[in-house]
């Protein structure tokens, strides 16, 4: 992913009620904020940025805890529940569970990738 400066608050929960989960990484933000600016982890391939639709199909209310991760790369927690490089607060019991065209898309690019 393209190296981009991230303002924290966009990445922290603005409020502890309706939250959503994206159901690839498990950031936990509300609906809103997934809206205004996506996945900071998956938006290269969810593309929920300014599309309500994908929000409310790739993002989960269905979580019960929530880990906030602010260095991943030196957080056990992190590698113990394998939460890799993501930033923010995740669910920790998150569905990740990607509808079958977005799940399939995202496989393709991680072959590109390799
Ligand atoms: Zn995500």
Excluded at 78 to 89: F, I, M, N, P, Q
């Amino acid at each position: 992913m393209a190296e981009e400066v991230v303002n924290p608050m966009d990445i922290c929960p603005a409020q502890t009620k309706k939250l959503r989960a994206c159901i690839a990484c498990g950031l936990v933000k509300t609906s809103q904020q997934f809206v205004e600016n996506g996945c900071e982890n998956c938006e290269e391939f969810l593309g929920l940025k300014g599309n309500p639709e994908g929000v409310e199909t790739c993002t989960s209310g269905n979580f019960h805890g929530i880990i906030a991760l602010i260095e991943p790369g030196d957080s056990w927690v992190a590698r113990a529940k394998r939460l890799g490089e993501v930033t923010g607060s995740l669910a920790d019991d998150a569905v990740k569970e990607l509808p079958e065209p977005i799940r399939q898309r995202y496989l393709a690019e991680q072959q590109q990738a390799e």
